[in-house]
T-cell receptor
Framework: GQSLEQPSEVTAVEGAIVQINCTYQ??????LSWYQQHDGGAPTFLSY????GLEETGRFSSFLSRSDSYGYLLLQELQMKDSASYFC?????????FGPGTRLSVLP | GAGVSQTPSNKVTEKGKYVELRCDPI?????LYWYRQSLGQGPEFLIY????????DSGLPNDRFFAVRPEGSVSTLKIQRTERGDSAVYLC????????????FGPGTRLTVL
């Protein structure tokens, strides 16, 4: 079957660094994506890793290890507006499987 | 430019009724996805269109669900004989050719079946 696991909640303070992990088990694998979703809003794309290693986009970085079926999203210099849910997603053939989401709370 | 739009934003219906949910993707996006999302969960894949054809409909839960994209742009998700368990937010996303890993989501339609 297909499954992704993420921590359900993470809490951090403004200015800190936080890492959100994602492990996956799928029959096929064509890359790991990350999306951010604010309450009541639509998911928005953050990053994508097709190959092993670190991808950096501003304050956000994403890492992938295909041999470990593991990836993470790293958020630096946290801001209050980063409080949201974060989803990892794996492309498996023609469809996409999303993780259950990690709710990040950034405290002042 | 305009993003993905979905109508209606909210739909309340009674058990057993038929509903149609509409999605207008970003112009030029050939790939279109439908997902549904329940509170506190991640989006659940329903169906994927490449152009006019359904390339993967393995996520449709049963034959009450059907989707079309007759001209390769606007798509309609149709649900027959709605059940209370169908209540969720239905999300549509589109992407550029060859860039399926970066999907642009619409605001969703919140469906409530009473």
């Amino acid at each position: 079957g297909q499954s992704l696991e993420q921590p359900s909640e993470v809490t951090a303070v403004e200015g800190a660094i936080v890492q959100i992990n994602c492990t996956y088990q799928t029959s096929g694998f064509y890359g790991l994506s990350w999306y951010q979703q604010h309450d009541g809003g639509a998911p928005t794309f953050l990053s994508y890793n097709a190959l092993d290693g670190l991808e950096e986009t501003g304050r956000f970085s994403s890492f992938l290890s295909r041999s470990d079926s593991y990836g993470y999203l790293l958020l630096q210099e946290l801001q209050m507006k980063d409080s949201a849910s974060y989803f990892c997603a794996v492309r498996d053939g023609q469809n996409f499987v999303f993780g259950p989401g990690t709710r990040l709370s950034v405290l002042p | 430019g305009a993003g993905v739009s979905q109508t209606p934003s909210n739909k309340v219906t009674e058990k057993g009724k038929y509903v149609e949910l509409r999605c207008d993707p970003i112009s030029g996006h050939t790939a279109l996805y439908w997902y549904r999302q329940s509170l506190g969960q991640g989006p659940e894949f329903l169906i994927y269109f490449q152009g006019t054809g359904a390339a993967d409909d393995s996520g449709l839960p049963n034959d009450r669900f059907f989707a079309v994209r007759p001209e390769g742009s606007v798509s309609t998700l149709k649900i027959q004989r709605t059940e209370r368990g169908d209540s969720a937010v239905y999300l549509c996303a589109s992407s550029l050719p060859g860039a399926d890993n970066e999907q642009f989501f619409g605001p969703g339609t919140r469906l409530t079946v009473l």
